[in-house]
């Protein structure tokens, strides 16, 4: 157990919706990532927030919206789907302080399947 | 622009038998971070090794080791005596040393089965 939470673990819902995605990162952690992964694009990042402010963006579609709460947790939410945003969303933890770049510790991903 | 390629896309051996998993990366800085991550059948990533561009030396955890060569710019994972729970997707990663470069772009992983 990474001590990464995440819910749903499985979301299913239609082309033209909205979902929301959650992510609690490990404790002492200040910085959540958002990756994606899918068979033709493999594992991408999308975007990272360190203590509440946006970091990093990726190649994340602007359908795509991420945000991190006071309390650190993190929230992805997508919208318009498309069939092609099938896929596994993973968020990922890290300390996120200092000169080096901290290992990541990775929740257990949420499988959004889109009809 | 940093890469990750991982040439081997799937490799079996028989369960006792060493095997090598192939990272090749590319980066323009100085500094920079390697990893590497297990995707077994239930999906979680789960981290085995990080590495900074400044150290060279191997590293072994038990039956794992990995190889770090600047000069061929690889970053090898060696599984000693491996075991059928060593099956799994095996992903190599790099991230770039800055404030908001930490993000790891991922090879596109290699499937490793391990047969009974």
């Known amino acids: 157990d990474s001590g990464v939470t995440q819910t749903p673990k499985h979301l299913i819902t239609a082309t033209g919706q909205r979902v929301t995605l959650r992510c609690s990162p490990r404790?002492?952690?200040?910085?959540v990532y958002w990756y994606q992964q899918s068979l033709d694009q493999g594992l991408q990042f999308l975007i990272q927030y360190y203590n509440g402010e946006e970091r990093a963006k990726g190649n994340i579609l602007e359908r795509f919206s991420a945000q991190q709460f006071p309390d650190l947790h993190s929230e992805l939410n997508l919208s318009s789907l498309e069939l092609g945003d099938s896929a596994l969303y993973f968020c990922?933890?890290?300390?996120?302080?200092?000169?080096?770049?901290?290992?990541?510790?990775f929740g257990p991903g949420t499988r959004l399947t889109v009809l | 622009a940093q890469k990750v390629t991982q040439a081997q896309t799937e490799i079996s051996v028989v369960e006792k038998e060493d095997v090598t998993l192939d990272c090749v990366y590319e980066t323009r800085d100085t500094t920079y971070y390697l990893f590497w991550y297990k995707q077994p059948p239930s999906g979680e990533l789960v981290f085995l090794i990080r590495r900074n561009s400044f150290d060279e030396q191997n590293e072994i955890s038990g039956r794992y080791s990995w190889n770090f060569q600047k000069s061929t710019s690889s970053f090898n994972f060696t599984i000693t005596a491996s075991q059928v729970v060593d099956s799994a997707v095996y992903f190599c990663a790099l991230s770039e040393a800055g404030f908001g470069n930490e993000k790891l772009t991922f090879g596109t992983g290699t499937r490793l089965t391990i047969i009974p």
């Open positions: 990922a933890s890290s300390v996120g302080q200092g000169q080096t770049n901290n290992e990541q510790f």
């Open positions: 404790s002492g952690d200040l910085s």
